[in-house]
C-alpha cells in the first residue's frame, strides 16, 4: 500500500469551488480502482489550504489514477484555483494506529 498527500493552496475566492469539485469528484476518485481510501483535510489555521489523504493498493494503481482522463479533468480545473504551488508525498506505511 502507498499513501499519498497532496497540499494545496488556494485563492481564498476559489475555496468554495474547489470544495463543489471535490464533491462532485469524491465518489468516482474512492471508486477508482486501487483506490482504498480517500479523505479531504483543511488546515487548521489557514482556511485556504486543504490536504488530500488517499490511500492507494500499490504506485502503479496510484500511477494509473494519474494518468487518466478523471485525474487528468479534476486536476485541470482544481490547478486553475491555486494560489501556491501544490505539494506531494508518497509515503509507506509503517504503523497502524488502532
Given at each position: 500500500m ?12 476559489t ?36 490536504f ?15 494518468f ?30 488502532q
Open positions: 502507498i499513501v499519498r498527500i497532496v497540499q494545496m493552496t488556494f485563492q481564498p475566492e475555496v468554495p469551488a474547489f470544495l463543489e469539485l471535490f464533491e462532485e469528484r469524491k465518489t468516482m476518485i474512492r471508486n477508482f480502482e486501487g483506490c482504498k481510501h480517500l479523505e479531504l483535510w483543511q488546515d487548521a489555521h489557514a482556511d485556504n489550504v486543504f488530500t489523504y488517499s490511500i492507494w493498493e500499490s504506485e502503479q494503481y496510484l500511477n494509473h489514477y494519474r487518466s482522463g478523471l485525474f487528468k479533468d479534476t486536476w485541470a480545473k482544481t490547478k486553475a484555483l491555486f494560489l501556491e504551488k501544490p505539494q506531494a508525498w508518497s509515503v509507506n506505511q509503517r504503523v497502524v494506529l
